[in-house]
């Protein structure tokens, strides 16, 4: 029993770490937590959610939605957040502009979308195989290497191409990456956009998991994704999946010797214990107070 | 600096001039609405604006004062509704008496919630608040057999003040919100010029100065929540003896996020702000019944256009007015205005 | 016993060394500045001794008690007030607030007091803004008591800055670079302003690249180098040491 939640915590903490991974590149280059990823998740289920409804497909159906959300998101940060960057703008306003945004995106899902959970297919679903008295799903295993592939995708463009390279560099330190003739706004832009790609993949794989798709549904798992990336060191990539998995498999571990309605509290716990033991999370570095 | 606009300008110097009388005046007018016989409808709507302007005010001490950001103030709203309704209805406690009690224990976890938060900034802060909001709505839900669980509390006993039964038919309720929102304003406005007001807002200005000054901001962040909590209880308290029934799911989210909203319209850091916030949010809905659907993305859009273009809101912004000296200080000059340079 | 007696201090930024075994001592009464090109490792020092970094090696005494390592508001309560290299004022509040912050610690009244406004209130708030007005006239910004900080010329914030750390009570001030920014008249009024100073009993310790200012009001002066003190001594000792013209300048011979 415990083994088999194991394995189920595991496939949903690598898609908290894919969501993760999202909270992560955003704060690594503007030192911002982005408040609307959830919104924006659950934005990519629904444009999934109406391209099946439209019977084109799953494939198209992931395609566009990676597409259409690396765009919003992009666009909330060139009309949204650059300008208030550009005013120089407290931290805080764009806290709040986070705030405002996810409300936003989230409400005229409930209005164009209707409050109510809507059917979504299964995705992959070949039956369940047996492994040492595990079952283990198809659409499971079909999470977990997709999540893997991505992640690792990710992990290359960051750490192998140039503009992986840029993207350290201005997340390092954004004057000098100026200085040395990254287009910052490029990099920020093309940081929102891989945000956008990963929270609409995370959003497709849960809304094919639990066939479900509604208005609310980046609320909660976002709000995981967040403990998961701060347990790691927000900021921090290789922290955010292995916080993701953490919370994955702390909630699994949460249910067998709790019981289920404990589990949605794991991830709070988990966050509240972070921020009150090491706040910069495993990963995390420490920064020190510029006078 | 752009020229002033000499009427613009005669006209706030009048009224500096004469505030105390606008107050009275403004006080008298409200007052006397409860004197004409309204509708239930508009006592309640009067009644829920000045709920909510006592909110926003709370708010205000958190987010305009020291700059902080907070999404759980439902949850105080929540407690001091609760512990107001399960004192009368089980206990059968005064209501005055409830009332009291409501406003201490919120403000007690006020106190928890700052403490807890007092090392936090930022997005942190604000993800513990909303976590905060979650944990007291799931205990509300589990911790049946005090709060009843999903079923709420019904069946508020109206207060009594002095064998007098408040309504919201025969105004009563409503009176007692205006008083409870003056009282607030009151002391929010000698908070503002104090020196717990002064060291609140220099958190918000510069918190590692202030350190640097001599001040234990993370005290002064603690009594921020404390009182932010006690004033949001003591809208929760009157709101439940308005409603007369609350359940768990009565304060969520979306409260908090209006709260929010009034604070941002209004102005963070101005009282009036916060006044004129509530009466906008509160009105709008029941202004503009058919789109009330939408009022959700315009709270969002309010906080999205309000950052960007008037983050000091309406009535935020800094007053020109001059620094009003405390009696029996001796000032050489003659006139010391607050006009930029 | 000096005022103030850093001893040994070294500190370490993960493998920078920002300062390499420093030994100060300031005297009640003096004016005593550091120079130093810049990263030299001045603006650590304030830190450390104000309690911003953590010291790890090195003991700092301050009226016979070490005063390392405790936090920041301990540290002004011991009797030391600063100012910053990059003014940091409450730019929202008005000069007279500012002040008045900086009073803050030694007012007290009860929450009750503040709510029923009794005298007890009402005493400690005039006789603070009395205390912070003629601090204000002192340093001549008494006329600006209204004004929005953010609304003051520079040079006139970097008084307002140095009002606010004298408000906290102490006699005992470090200025991070005071005369930054100042123009020749500024600059005059600020020294004449930081010898009166001295004239009432207060010791400063300040950090200052301005050398006519350096030269006409400190009793003595450290020079700091890459984090070591390559010099000590009275003003004209220093402008002619080898050592520390070398340091601003380069090496004889150097060509820019």
């Known amino acids: ?79 949204i957040l650059a300008p208030l960057r550009e005013k120089k703008s ?15 995106v989230q409400n005229l899902l409930m209005i164009i979308f209707g409050s109510e959970r809507k059917a979504f297919p299964k995705l992959f679903d070949y039956g369940v195989i047996e492994v040492f008295s595990l079952r283990i799903n198809s659409t499971q295993i079909f999470i977990l290497l997709t999540s893997l592939i991505i992640l690792g995708i990710l992990t290359l463009i960051i750490y192998r191409t140039s503009i992986g390279l840029a993207m350290r560099g201005t997340e390092q330190n954004t004057r000098a990456a100026q200085l040395v003739g990254i287009n910052v706004k490029n990099v920020i832009t093309i940081t929102f956009a891989l945000s956008g790609i990963s929270a609409a993949i ?38 955010s999946v292995i916080g993701g998995l953490v919370v994955g498999v702390a909630e699994a ?28 999370g495993i990963f995390g570095k420490k920064e020190t107070v510029k006078v | 600096m752009k020229k002033s606009n000499t009427i613009y300008v005669k006209l706030k110097e009048f009224y500096w001039k004469n505030e105390k009388h606008f107050i009275s005046a403004l006080i008298a007018i409200l007052v006397s609405l409860y004197f004409l016989n309204l509708n239930q409808y508009f006592y309640r709507v009067l009644t829920m604006i000045c709920l909510y302007s006592i909110l926003a005010l709370s708010l205000n001490i958190v987010l305009g004062y020291t700059g902080r950001l907070s999404l759980g103030h439902a949850a105080f709203y929540s407690i001091g509704a609760y512990v107001s309704a399960i004192m009368q209805v089980r206990y059968n406690i005064d209501f005055f008496i409830a009332l009291i009690l409501g406003v201490i224990i919120a403000g007690f976890f006020g106190f928890l919630l700052g403490l807890t938060t007092m090392r936090l900034s930022g997005s942190y802060l604000a993800i513990t608040t909303i976590g905060f909001l979650e944990v007291i709505r799931m205990v509300l839900l589990s911790w049946e057999s005090v709060t009843n669980g999903a079923f709420g509390i019904q069946n508020i006993p109206r207060p009594k003040f002095f064998g007098y039964e408040l309504t919201t038919a025969n105004g009563g309720i409503y009176l007692l919100a205006l008083v409870a929102l003056i009282a607030s304003v009151y002391f929010s406005a000698a908070l503002n010029d104090s020196k717990l007001g002064r060291n609140l807002r220099a958190i918000k200005n510069d918190d590692f100065a202030t350190t640097m000054m001599g001040v234990n901001t993370n005290r002064y962040k603690v009594i921020a929540f404390t009182i932010s909590g006690a004033m949001a209880g003591l809208a929760g308290t009157i709101f439940a003896s308005m409603n007369r029934y609350i359940d768990p799911n009565t304060f969520n989210f979306d409260t908090s996020m209006l709260i929010v909203c009034i604070c941002i319209l209004g102005g963070m850091g101005s009282i009036k702000g916060q006044l004129l916030g509530a009466l906008l949010l509160v009105s709008f809905p029941e202004i503009l019944r058919s789109f009330a659907l939408y009022r959700f993305v315009v709270y969002g859009l309010i906080l999205l256009v309000m950052m960007r273009f008037r983050p000091q809101g309406l009535l935020g912004s800094l007053s020109t007015r001059p620094y009003k000296f405390p009696r029996g200080v001796k000032v050489k000059e003659e006139g010391i205005g607050g006009e930029p340079l | 016993m000096s005022l103030l007696e850093i001893k040994n201090l070294t500190k370490n930024f993960k493998g920078l060394v920002a300062l390499d075994n420093v030994s100060i001592h300031v005297e009640e009464g003096e004016i005593v500045s550091i120079i130093g090109p810049n990263g030299a490792g001045k603006t650590t020092l304030f830190n450390l001794l104000t309690g911003v970094y953590p010291v790890t090696q090195g003991e700092i005494v ?48 009860s929450f009750i007091d503040l709510v029923f406004k009794t005298k007890r209130y009402r005493n400690a708030e005039r006789e603070s803004t009395q205390k912070a007005m003629d601090i204000l006239e002192s340093i001549g910004l008494a006329q600006y008591a209204s004004y929005y900080a953010q609304n003051l010329p520079y040079g006139l914030q970097r008084r307002l800055e140095i009002a606010r750390a004298i408000a906290t009570g102490t006699s005992f001030l470090i200025l991070d670079e005071p005369a930054a920014g100042m123009n020749p008249q500024e600059t005059e009024d600020l020294m004449n302003f930081i010898k009166d100073l001295k004239g009432k009993g207060y010791t400063i310790l300040l950090i200052e690249h301005d050398m006519n200012v350096v030269m006409n009001i400190s009793d003595r002066i450290y020079v700091l180098d890459y984090g070591k003190l390559i010099a000590t001594g009275l003003p004209h000792e220093i402008a002619t040491h080898p050592k520390v013209i070398e340091a601003y300048l380069g090496q004889e011979g150097d060509e820019e």
């Not at chain 1, 407290?90 to 405002?100: D, E, H, K, Q, R």
């Not at chain 1, 404990?262 to 972070?274: C, E, K, M, Q, S």
């Open chain 1, 90 to 104: 407290t931290n805080i306003a764009s806290l709040i502009s986070t705030v405002g945004f996810s409300y936003v």
């Open chain 1, 1 to 79: 029993m415990l083994l088999q939640q194991l394995v189920n915590g595991l496939s949903l903490g690598i898609v908290y770490a894919l969501i993760a991974v999202g909270y992560s590149l955003v704060f690594g280059i503007l030192r911002l937590v982005n408040m609307s990823h959830g919104a924006i998740y659950a934005f990519g289920a629904h444009i999934a959610l109406m391209v099946v409804t439209l019977e084109w497909g799953l494939v198209p159906a992931i395609i566009l939605s990676c597409i259409l959300t690396a765009i919003l998101n992009v666009l909330f940060d060139r009309i």
């Open chain 1, 202 to 239: 995370a959003a497709f794989m849960v809304a094919g998991y639990y066939n479900a798709v509604y208005p609310n549904m980046g609320a909660q798992i976002g709000l995981k994704a967040f403990s998961a990336a701060v347990l790691g060191g927000i900021g921090v990539l290789h922290g």
């Open chain 1, 253 to 280: 571990l949460a249910v067998t010797l709790l019981g289920g309605a404990y589990r949605d509290a794991t991830a709070f716990v988990i966050l509240f214990l972070v921020l009150i033991i090491r706040p910069n």
């Open chain 3, 62 to 109: 301050f009226r016979g008690q070490r005063i390392e390592n405790k936090s920041p508001q301990k540290i002004v309560q011991t009797g030391i007030a600063r100012t910053f290299q990059n003014i940091r004022l409450f730019k929202e509040m008005r000069v007279i607030e500012n002040v008045l912050v900086g009073d803050s610690n030694n007012i007290n009244y």
